[in-house]
């Protein structure tokens, strides 16, 4: 059994947030992946960033594919709504639940091999409907339920457990998403917790398609010497180009800045996000330029992280549909159906 | 006139041959709905080929008084526009019928045949004569040798002008050339030769309270009366016209006037993995949702289809079947899908799958299936083929039940969940086989975790191997639950007592009971039942029993039906016998009876 149930030990001291539950009501089954996974410390992220947005758990449905971070939505929101799909095939799900309830929040786990692989088309059509969805992809260049093949994310001289150097080159999923139109691109890595919350936080709030990339070791399969996807080459490598803060709707910016150092945007809800540049040259309004910078850090060996991308003016999947406010799910049958005499007449072009 | 050609007013088959991009479909659908207005019973199949211009292209027009509505194997006029296939249509009319062609041009003299009358029309000279547009030129042949015809068949002039204004009621400057070249066409054959035919229309009234419909329109509006909102496809044909008919109702019915806003979402998905995907995430909450496909289609939807079945997630798929195997003949109709729906996916798996053989059918089945896949939660496959699908078919007015209210099954709402202590996904608590089920967002104790891995009837995550063949064998319960909600064979008695008896499915059935009308008269006499659903209700068996012998017929080649009914009825495969027709046109009543001739035949030497 994969699937261990945590007892629930809520401390009188606990935190509480504004709907009055605490960081517990938002954890999930005991997770089995292996000891140190990467994966497990985005889920901790994952279950802050949700208390700390005060959604009701089962406002929320968690959407997978298959593999070690497919596994995952078991281990956080226990209070959600689950779906644990087919193979690279969850975008489509999350289309479907997207189109029949546009009131949710939907949130996707999968991996590189989930969606750079056998999902890389379904992965590619989400960001291209700009479907209101928070996407995180646990990247760690390895097949780990199969027990270490390359995934599409390997990089070009990257050794396998077993010796094997990879000599495709990889597929990004940020330069992809934003070669594709995405409307939100970030890349993080599963040891900077404190990167990785707010960037969650502002992704769920963000009105359209939000892929974020965690580099998640894999500590079976890739975390040795000559892995580019180690614990110890990601920190040697990975490089801030933004910093995010989020500030809740109607809560007063209280962090000092200097103007022309941060740069705030608001999201629909009206909360908006902070971003602080830590490299002068960078424009995370400018996709070409976003572009052109990492791939300039890539050359180095180095990893960009941070909110990379953000476009908050393009619609999403229901504004180009121009779907009714009202969940398609919640529509009374009386207004779908046409009723007796609207069929009879317009039988009338069948004669 | 003799006895034999009197008999054929009201009754005979007019082919057309054309080229496929030279606008001669809008002259064929006029040619057929004049027949249909003056109230005579007619049917138009459509034999197209998969391109868009320059290749050969048929529309069979069958008149008949008798409400024959299949093909019936015969050509009785043939209108011979393709130079191309000339030589092939001027063999496939039967002797004493006629044939058309346009004699602009010479015709190979070698190219003749004394058993049938030709009537040469100089249809392009007299079109380049009068019409000086050059594809005005191109166009108007096609209405002139309607105009043709309406003289040699004596079709009611003032009915096919009606019609012409309805065609172009918004672009009326339209309307006089099109009636000159109808005018152009019906007085060459009134100065130049002896006119009507015996195969003539004569006025009835057998058509009143009658449309004429093609079987995927008529699915897309069961869709809208379904209450589906969520529609996914991928563009395939004969497919294709489910969704734009759903899209052009819609636009009809459930656009807000004032904000424009829409109640419901269309998605052209980038395959069909993507689309069945689609339809299940928006099942799963709540909405109604549907895909069209055809065969290449459902072999990629196959995987989500296992899923569908062991999440036990409700999900409506069209499968419009076409020519297989693989790309197969696009445009050709079949019925070579049975197997593939029923059992589609890999594990065990069964799905329900019904099989309307009519526009009627296509209407009342389709808002069927969204009922049953509600009930069940599980896919219903709604299997309809190309001739159904594309061809005009002239069925009942479509009517609709006011107090019809939709099924949803048993859907936990807010309060359900709220009186039970703890919600669990697969407990048969009923006993019927059939969970109940929460809608994600909607009570915070409806939460669940959906997944096509072993899970227990708990619906948490299990590797125990009772835990896990509990929730496989109450899926079974289900399955014969399911049996006794689908809908019921279509079951007809000879008037004399027999013991054989015929099974059909789908678009077979016309061909089927001409067939018997016509063995019946020869002194052999069948039992019919159309099957209408899969798994196969207690009626299916019972019927099957009670008949010594049983004639299968079915449009494939695999006798994918018979399989069927050796698999899951425990009725002796060596009495039943098959009658397959899989050339990829519909079904002809003259297939049906030449197999049951012969096979009675051999019996009776036997």
């Not at chain 1, 962090?255 to 740069?263: F, K, Q, S, T, W």
């Not at chain 1, 424009?283 to 476009?311: F, M």
């Not at chain 2, 292209?57 to 008149?63: A, G, I, S």
């Not at chain 2, 995927?216 to 969704?243: E, H, Q």
Request: aromatic share 8%; with cysteine.
């Amino acid at each position: 059994m994969t699937y261990i149930a945590k007892p629930k030990i809520v401390h009188g001291g606990l935190a509480r947030n504004a709907l009055g539950l605490t960081i517990r009501d938002y954890e999930g089954g005991m997770s089995t992946l292996c000891a140190g996974c990467g994966h497990d410390s985005v889920t901790s992220a994952i279950v802050q960033a949700f208390f700390e947005l005060d959604i009701p758990p089962h406002r929320v449905a968690k959407m997978s594919g298959i593999g070690c971070s497919s596994k995952t939505p078991a281990y956080f929101l226990s209070a959600s709504h689950g779906f644990n799909s087919v193979h690279g095939r969850m975008p489509s799900v999350a289309t479907g639940a997207a189109a029949a309830n546009r009131d949710l929040y939907l949130l996707g786990v999968s991996g590189d091999g989930d969606s750079l692989s056998i999902g890389l088309g379904q992965f590619g059509h989400a960001v291209r409907r700009n479907l209101d969805m928070c996407y995180i992809i646990e990247n760690n260049g390895v097949y780990g339920l199969t027990k270490g093949q390359f995934s599409a994310s390997a990089d070009i001289g990257s050794k396998a457990k077993k010796g094997e150097v990879n000599q495709q080159p990889p597929i990004d999923a940020v330069q992809m998403a934003m070669a594709l139109g995405g409307t939100f691109v970030a890349r993080s890595f599963s040891g900077d917790k404190s990167q990785l919350v707010p960037l969650i936080k502002a992704a769920i709030k963000h009105e359209g398609f939000a892929l974020i990339d965690v580099l998640s070791p894999c500590v079976t399969f890739n975390d040795h010497e000559d892995s580019t996807k180690s614990y110890a080459y990601t920190r040697q490598f990975f490089h801030r180009a933004v910093h995010l803060d989020y500030v809740a709707p109607a809560t007063e910016i209280k962090i000092a800045y200097d103007e022309g150092d941060v740069m705030p945007i608001e999201l629909h809800d009206g909360s908006r996000i902070l971003l602080r540049k830590v490299s002068e040259a960078y424009n995370v309004q400018n996709r070409g330029a976003a572009i052109d910078y990492i791939r300039a850090h890539q050359r180095k060996g180095e990893i960009v992280t941070g909110l990379l991308y953000i476009d908050e003016s393009e619609p999403d999947m229901h504004a180009l549909n121009r779907t009714t406010a009202t969940p398609l799910a919640d529509l009374p049958y009386e207004r779908l159906c046409p009723g007796a005499e609207a069929l009879n007449k317009l039988q009338q072009r069948f004669r | 006139m003799s006895a034999r050609a009197k008999s054929r007013v009201n009754d005979f088959v007019i082919r057309l041959a054309n080229v496929n991009g030279t606008g001669s479909a809008s002259a064929n659908t006029l040619l057929m709905k004049a027949i249909f207005r003056m109230g005579v019973p007619v049917i138009g199949k459509n034999f197209f080929p998969s391109n868009i211009q320059g290749l050969p292209t048929w529309y069979e027009v069958r008149v008949s008084k008798d409400m024959y509505l299949a093909r019936s194997g015969n050509v009785d006029v043939m209108v011979a526009m393709n130079a191309q296939t000339y030589q092939k249509d001027l063999k496939e009319v039967s002797p004493g019928g006629a044939l058309i062609y346009d004699s602009t041009w010479p015709r190979d003299r070698a190219l003749s045949r004394s058993d049938i009358t030709i009537f040469g029309i100089p249809l392009a000279r007299m079109c380049n004569e009068h019409f000086s547009n050059a594809r005005a030129r191109i166009l108007m042949k096609n209405m002139a040798y309607v105009g043709a015809l309406a003289a040699l068949l004596e079709i009611d002039m003032d009915v096919i002008k009606g019609l012409v204004e309805e065609m172009f009621a918004s672009k009326t400057k339209l309307i006089p050339a099109n009636m000159e070249a109808i005018e152009l066409g019906a007085n060459y054959v009134r100065e130049h030769f002896e006119h009507p035919l015996a195969m003539r229309v004569e006025p009835l009234n057998k058509t009143a309270g009658h449309i004429m419909v093609d079987g995927n329109t008529a699915a897309a509006l069961g869709c809208v009366y379904a209450g589906a909102t969520v529609g996914a496809w991928y563009p395939i044909t004969p497919s294709t016209t489910i969704m734009d008919g759903f899209k052009s109702f819609s636009e009809r019915f459930r656009v807000n006037k004032d904000s424009g806003e829409r109640d419901y979402c269309i998605i052209q998905a980038e395959d069909e993995l993507a689309a069945i995907g689609i339809v299940l995430g928006a099942a799963w909450n709540g909405a109604r949702a549907f895909t069209p496909t055809s065969g290449p289609g459902l072999s990629l939807m196959s995987e989500f289809l296992g899923f569908g079945y062991f999440a036990e997630l409700p999900a409506v798929l069209f499968d419009v079947q076409r020519v297989g195997p693989s790309t197969g003949m696009p445009t050709r109709t079949q019925q070579a899908d049975v197997l593939a729906a029923a059992y589609a996916s890999h594990g065990d798996t069964r799905h329900v799958v019904l099989f309307p053989a009519n526009p009627n059918e296509c209407f009342e089945l389709t808002v069927n299936a969204f009922d049953l896949a509600d009930r069940l939660q599980t896919p219903v496959i709604v299997l309809l083929d190309l001739d159904i699908g594309m061809n005009d078919w002239m069925c009942n007015e479509l009517k609709w039940d006011e107090s019809y209210r939709p099924d949803r099954g048993k859907v936990l709402d807010a309060e359900g969940v709220e009186k039970i202590e703890k919600f669990y996904r697969y407990l048969d608590s009923d006993g019927d086989g059939i969970p109940y089920r929460t809608y994600p967002g909607v009570h915070p104790k409806g939460a669940y975790f959906v997944r096509g891995s072993g899970h227990n009837k708990y619906g948490a995550y299990t590797e125990e191997s009772d835990e896990y063949q509990e929730v496989v064998d109450r899926l079974n319960r289900k399955w014969h639950t399911a049996a006794t909600l689908v809908p019921s064979p279509v079951i007809q008695r000879s008037k004399k007592k027999t013991g054989i008896a015929i099974v059909s499915v789908g678009s077979c059935d016309y061909a089927v009971l001409e067939a018997i009308d016509k063995l019946s008269a020869k002194g052999i006499h069948l039992n019919y039942m159309r099957v209408r659903a899969f798994p196969f209700s207690e009626e299916v068996t019972d019927f099957l029993e009670e008949h010594e012998k049983v004639f299968v017929a079915e449009q494939n080649r695999d006798a994918q039906l018979k399989s069927l009914l050796t698999l899951e009825t425990s009725y002796p495969k060596e009495r039943m016998e098959s009658i397959l027709h899989y050339s990829g046109l519909p079904m002809t009543c003259k297939c049906v009876i030449e197999a049951i001739e012969q096979a009675e035949a051999e019996g009776v030497a036997a």
